[in-house]
């Protein structure tokens, strides 16, 4: 889907910030991306279906979830300037078990698997920017891992309200304490007691 790069800018300046980008990959990233428009509460992917797409959040946030029998397990929020897919499904290209949904009505710069392979082919350089993606996402993933691996709840809380307060504004409640392993009903005890 052709689209022009006013909507796409933000990414390409964020591409650009790590190697200088050649104006052939502009003109297909431009060529192969396809934004794609979600309203809250819809699915952009479901349990069971295979990821076809690597996306840039352009506008809005989305949560990412797996279910534990009736309950629906948290695993990450992102919003503008994120990169989402489900890294297993995307890259193994088989089903996954993860949710992706649509917490505020949600815009997406979207790469389909196979457009996305052929500009890793055709673009060195192009090689390089994902690298670099890879990298702080997996350093992003380490700390988070780190985080909610510790033993006190209110630490937990304190991590978010520190590095990401913007969550708490943005989010669900019952969404964050699922994202944080604990109860809703913890969670309105962690956030009374840190008012004081």
């Given at each position: 889907?052709?689209?022009?790069?006013?909507?796409?800018?933000?990414?390409?300046?964020?591409?650009?910030?790590?190697?200088?980008?050649?104006?052939?990959?502009?003109?297909?990233?431009?060529?192969?991306?396809?934004?794609?428009?979600?309203?809250?509460?819809?699915?952009?992917?479901?349990?069971?279906?295979?990821?076809?797409?690597?996306?840039?959040?352009?506008?809005?946030?989305?949560?990412?979830?797996?279910?534990?029998?009736?309950?629906?397990?948290?695993?990450?929020?992102?919003?503008?300037?994120?990169?989402?897919?489900?890294?297993?499904?995307?890259?193994?290209?088989?089903?996954?078990n993860e949710n992706i949904v649509a917490?505020?009505?949600?815009?997406?710069?979207?790469?389909?698997?196979?457009?996305?392979?052929?500009?890793?082919?055709?673009?060195?350089?192009?090689?390089?920017?994902?690298?670099?993606?890879?990298?702080?996402?997996?350093?992003?993933?380490?700390?988070?891992?780190?985080?909610?691996?510790?033993?006190?709840?209110?630490?937990r809380y304190q991590f978010i309200v520190?590095?990401?307060?913007?969550?708490?504004?943005?989010?669900?409640?019952?969404?964050?304490?699922t994202y944080l392993g604990i109860s809703?009903?913890?969670?309105?005890?962690?956030?009374?007691?840190?008012?004081?």
């Amino acid at each position: 889907m052709n689209n022009d790069t006013g909507l796409l800018s933000n990414v390409l300046e964020y591409f650009n910030s790590i190697v200088p980008v050649p104006q052939e990959l502009v003109d297909d990233l431009v060529k192969y991306a396809e934004i794609r428009e979600y309203k809250k509460n819809e699915f952009i992917l479901k349990e069971g279906k295979v990821s076809d797409y690597t996306s840039w959040i352009l506008k809005g946030l989305v949560r990412s979830y797996y279910n534990k029998g009736a309950e629906e397990i948290t695993t990450k929020f992102l919003w503008e300037g994120a990169p989402i897919t489900s890294v297993f499904s995307y890259y193994s290209r088989k089903p996954g078990n993860e949710n992706i949904v649509a917490l505020e009505d949600t815009v997406l710069g979207s790469i389909h698997y196979d457009n996305m392979q052929h500009l890793y082919k055709t673009h060195p350089v192009f090689n390089v920017i994902g690298r670099v993606i890879t990298e702080k996402y997996l350093y992003m993933l380490e700390i988070e891992v780190y985080n909610l691996r510790k033993q006190k709840a209110e630490d937990r809380y304190q991590f978010i309200v520190k590095h990401f307060p913007n969550l708490l504004q943005r989010v669900p409640l019952k969404h964050l304490a699922t994202y944080l392993g604990i109860s809703l009903e913890t969670l309105s005890r962690i956030r009374s007691k840190a008012r004081f």
